[in-house]
């Protein structure tokens, strides 16, 4: 995978191209707890906001809808169809073996850069709440837990993580 900063993109030809190794990310379910855990927290703590636990359930159920997601090549949320109370969720999916837990839980960490404060959904500097959902998620005040699995096909790596109380509720103001 080759990953290009913005002035490569804006002009290609003036730019020197960085490669970037070639290896597969580490992976390992303690990398991913100890990583995401690490990632969530610092978020909250810089919102202001109470850390999480980490909840084995909830990475279970995580690590059920991640297979699931990679087995059908779908990349959508999970109904949950009879589930209560339902459970948070963030997803992502990228190039197999070519992003660290660190770059993956970064990706959606980094939405914070679209947040204003406001009442949810009007929470988003574009007007587009879903830009920033991800975010919300992770540092949602009410929030006590979360849990993360990932799974891979033959293309992409997804991940999953699952939260409660859920948050991203309409009509609660965020600071």
Request: with cysteine.
């Amino acid at each position: 995978m080759l990953l290009l900063p913005a002035a490569a993109i804006a002009n290609p030809q003036s730019a020197t191209i960085p490669w970037r190794d070639q290896r597969p990310a580490e992976r390992g379910e303690m990398l991913l707890r100890t990583t995401m855990i690490s990632a969530h927290n610092r978020a909250r703590r810089e919102y202001g906001v109470g850390p999480l636990a980490w909840d084995q359930s909830l990475a279970r159920d995580a690590a059920i809808y991640a297979q699931r997601l990679a087995r059908s090549g779908r990349f959508e949320h999970d109904p949950q169809v009879g589930r209560r109370p339902k459970q948070g969720e963030n997803l992502w999916v990228g190039t197999r073996t070519a992003y660290s837990y660190a770059e993956m839980i970064g990706l959606l960490v980094d939405e914070r850069r679209y947040f204003r404060p406001g009442r949810f959904p009007a929470v988003s500097r574009t007007g587009d709440w879903s830009q920033v959902a991800h975010y919300t998620q992770i540092v949602w005040p009410t929030t006590q837990r979360v849990g993360c699995a990932t799974a891979s096909n033959r293309s992409s790596d997804y991940l999953v993580c699952r939260y409660l109380p859920a948050g991203n509720v309409v009509g609660v103001v965020m600071r």
